[in-house]
């Protein structure tokens, strides 16, 4: 991909705002710790059954780490997904680029406003 040019200005001090990458990943993550939560309790009860074999101390090591185990796996793969999603809605939907020399927000398919040919045809 070409670094983008400012469709108003010209300019090429362009950065990427990713507003919708930021806040799909943080209720990515918090949805994803959410079902965690859920899927922690299957984890503990699972865990705590595996460490029967080391008795009292096992079963609860056991529950915390599978309690643990559920909780970071669902919150990464709920944040990765919502951080997905958001890159997809800032290239498709926001104006997700803005030029640090005018402040104009515009999205990367944006048709530029100067005419870089003066000569126009009859």
Known sequence: MQNPICPKCNSAHIITKDTAK?????????GGAISGATAALAGANIGSKIGMIAGPVGIAAGTVAGALFGALFYGATGGIAGSQLGKVVDAHVLKNLECQDCGHSFSGDEPSEINLNPI???
Do not use: E, K, L, N
């Open 22 to 30: 930021t806040y799909g990943g943080i209720i990515g993550t918090a």
């Open 120 to 122: 126009s045809m009859p």
